[in-house]
């Protein structure tokens, strides 16, 4: 997806400001500032929007971009998205894509007691523990890990 679409996902998902409807995005690999007192548009800039290692968004530059089925075909007010797809490769048709409760179920499983786990699960639960940053703080007398969500910053309001 080419940089200028990125850019205009970004402001329909930031259009409805302050109201956090379906649109308010959820990000990962990259961080944006936007500026909720200008107009519907003209929220979001190019420059705001920021990659891990801090390079700006390109206009012109391709893009990977992962997003639901529904978003991908207009919903929630991405209806430019359904128009100008073509040619976007669909990695996982939807019919063969995992169903996120099964996801958040098996993730939840790989991080609590090791129960009869096999070498990759327990592969997998050491990196998840890993990435949690667990210690004997934070699991409970049954196993499981206690997990404290937090805002990272990765989007921000510009003054």
């Known amino acids: 997806m080419p940089g200028h679409m990125v850019k205009q996902m970004l402001e329909n998902a930031v259009s409805k400001y302050p109201k956090l409807d379906g649109r308010f995005p959820l990000i990962s690999g990259f961080r944006f500032t936007f500026s909720p007192g200008n107009e519907v548009g003209n929220r ?3 420059e705001d929007i920021r990659d891990m290692n801090e390079e700006p968004l390109d206009l012109r530059k391709s893009y ?9 075909k207009g919903g929630d007010g991405f209806h430019f998205l359904n128009e100008k797809l073509s040619g ?6 939807p019919e063969a894509a995992p169903v996120l409760p099964h996801l958040v179920t098996r993730c939840f499983q790989t991080i609590g ?12 639960r050491k990196e998840r523990l890993k990435m949690y940053q667990t210690n004997k703080y934070n699991k409970t007398d049954k ?3 206690r997990i404290n969500p937090q ?3 990765r989007i921000q309001l510009k003054n």
């Open 151 to 153: 805002l990272d910053g």
């Open 44 to 46: 979001v800039q190019p």
């Open 113 to 124: 007691p090791e129960l009869d786990l096999s070498v990759e699960q327990l592969r997998v």
């Open 143 to 145: 196993g499981f890990i």
């Open 88 to 93: 976007v490769e669909i990695v996982v048709e």
């Open 64 to 72: 990977i971009v992962a997003m639901l089925e529904f978003m991908a």
